[in-house]
């Protein structure tokens, strides 16, 4: 069943918002956004498909009760293991230093670890500081859950056969970043068609020695510019660019994952119901999100929900960015007042011991003219001396 394009579901979902106040109220809302009303309006007419890597959208799509075994195999595909979701923790169930940290998904898996799963629409808004901070939280999460200060998970990680919590009873943490629009940090210098970016700790010596830590940050519209294009045309041929060797320790699944990584992608980066359809053609299992998508072109008050729960995250997270940036402009500015302060004490003393120097050049100058004065006296008087005696002379020639 193909993504519908038909305008009577736009003429039956306008007629059924008119009808409702609450829907109305909603949708005036989103008119203030004229793009998202736009891309709410294109939905339902067809034109556009769901925007899945915003918030709302991604957790029905990627529902860990109802689509558990979806958000299992793309866990699964990004990770290059196997793995059960078992559960999603609240959004803001942790602090870190004393600050809550809100992540977009964290998941418990079978095997005791934990992953966040983060959709960034900028990367400058998520450097390489607040990827440590998100990933060091994963690991307070995990050692509370042990101990037993953390009752959020219902699933009980192993003990070793102790009852005692151990260092040992640690799992991996996965930090997980889906970037929408790269920055130059996240093209590598190896080649600009690298997407898939995997990072662990290792030691300068080789020692082995594997750290709870591992990192995996996506480039979808590096994805989206090499590799895309190719994918919608039914070209799936697995290349060096849509993996990394070190994460697959089962062959006898990893051709799968590195084909589900390559729907999941897919998915992400599509916009249009035609661009679906093709992708059905090459991933028949996606079919199964294209009918949750068709779905709800039948239920366009919840579609509009979502929407307008889309838009309060975006304004909330741009206020708060808006904020975060203007907290920056102020610490730069007070650098550079400390700056230009420095540099005016700078100037000032510069100036007192230039003041200093003239005073001294005043002195030695005025001793120098003091001095030039007595020698052109000395010399008037050596001048009147030779012309008396040149006058005696002459007259004793005579």
């Not at 053609?281 to 579609?303: A, C, H, K, M």
Request: proline share 2%; charged share 35%.
């Amino acid at each position: 069943m193909e993504i519908k394009e038909n305008k009577n579901y736009y003429d039956a979902a306008m007629h059924q918002i008119n009808g409702d106040s609450l829907c109305l109220s909603t949708y005036q809302y989103l008119k203030k956004n004229e793009e998202w009303a736009g891309r709410y309006e294109d939905f339902l007419k067809g034109k556009k498909s769901l925007p899945l890597l915003y918030d709302p959208f991604f957790k029905k799509i990627f529902n860990p009760t109802e689509r558990r075994d979806r958000l299992s195999e793309l866990v699964s595909c990004l990770l290059g293991q196997k793995v059960t979701v078992l559960e999603v923790f609240p959004n803001e169930d942790s602090q870190f230093l004393g600050v809550m940290i809100i992540m977009d998904m964290v998941v418990l898996m079978a095997d005791g670890s934990i992953a966040n799963i983060e959709i960034q629409k900028i990367s400058y808004d998520f450097p390489a500081e607040r990827i440590s901070c998100y990933s060091a939280d994963l690991v307070l999460r995990q050692y509370k859950m042990i101990t037993g200060k953390n009752q959020v998970g219902k699933h009980e990680l192993s003990m070793n056969g102790s009852s005692k919590p151990s260092y040992k009873d640690m799992r991996k943490v996965h930090t997980i970043i889906l970037f929408e629009d790269s920055n130059k940090s996240l093209i590598s210098d190896m080649d600009k068609a690298l997407y898939f970016h995997v990072g662990k700790t290792k030691f300068n010596t080789g020692i082995k020695i594997e750290l709870l830590q591992d990192f995996v940050l996506v480039s979808l519209d590096t994805f989206r510019k090499y590799r895309y294009s190719d994918i919608k045309e039914g070209r799936t041929e697995i290349t060096d660019y849509d993996y990394d060797s070190s994460q697959y320790n089962d062959a006898l699944v990893s051709e799968k994952m590195k084909r589900d990584r390559l729907k999941f992608l897919s998915l992400f980066v599509a916009e249009t119901p035609q661009e679906i359809d093709k992708l059905v053609e090459t991933f028949p299992d996606l079919e199964s999100v294209r009918q949750d998508i068709n779905e709800y072109l039948e239920r366009p008050g919840e579609v509009l929900s979502m929407f307008s729960e889309a838009l309060r995250i975006l304004d909330r997270n741009t206020a708060e960015l808006m904020v975060d940036r203007m907290k920056d402009e102020i610490v730069d500015l007070r650098e550079q007042n400390d700056e230009l302060t420095g540099r005016i004490d700078e100037l000032e003393e510069q100036t007192y011991g230039l003041k200093a120097e003239k005073e001294e050049l005043t002195v030695h100058t005025d001793k120098l003219e003091a001095e030039n004065n007595a020698l052109k006296v000395s010399s008037d008087q050596k001048d009147a001396e030779i012309a008396r005696l040149k006058k005696l002379l002459e007259e004793q020639n005579k």
